[in-house]
């Protein structure tokens, strides 16, 4: 059965500047890995070391228990090869939640 999901993620913690700037470009091609580069789009704040991925519009998935934790610890690890103490948060929301 598929459903239809939003995504957001925020990597912080992270070192202003350079680091930051790598955070953004490692998620912006883990994005690319996983089929998502046209759902989500990758910002970031370099002075406040934050990274954001947030979905365009809702992205189908086939399968969302084992395909959400799998793009849940491919982020992680992502992130975390360059910044080990950064935080990942990711949140899923789904077109029958209320805002």
């Known amino acids: 059965m598929s459903i239809s999901v939003g995504l957001s993620m925020e990597m912080s913690g992270l070192r202003p500047g350079e680091e930051t700037q790598r955070v953004s470009a490692a998620v912006s091609r883990f994005a690319a890995e996983h089929d998502l580069d046209r759902d989500v789009a ?17 992205i189908i998935v086939t399968g969302f228990g084992e395909w959400s934790e799998r793009i849940e610890n491919a982020a992680r690890r992502t992130v975390h090869a360059l910044a080990p103490t950064a935080e990942v948060s990711v949140r899923w929301s789904f077109d029958d939640e209320d805002d």
């Open 42 to 58: 990758v910002s970031e704040d370099v002075a406040g070391g934050r990274v954001f991925v947030e979905s365009d519009y809702p």
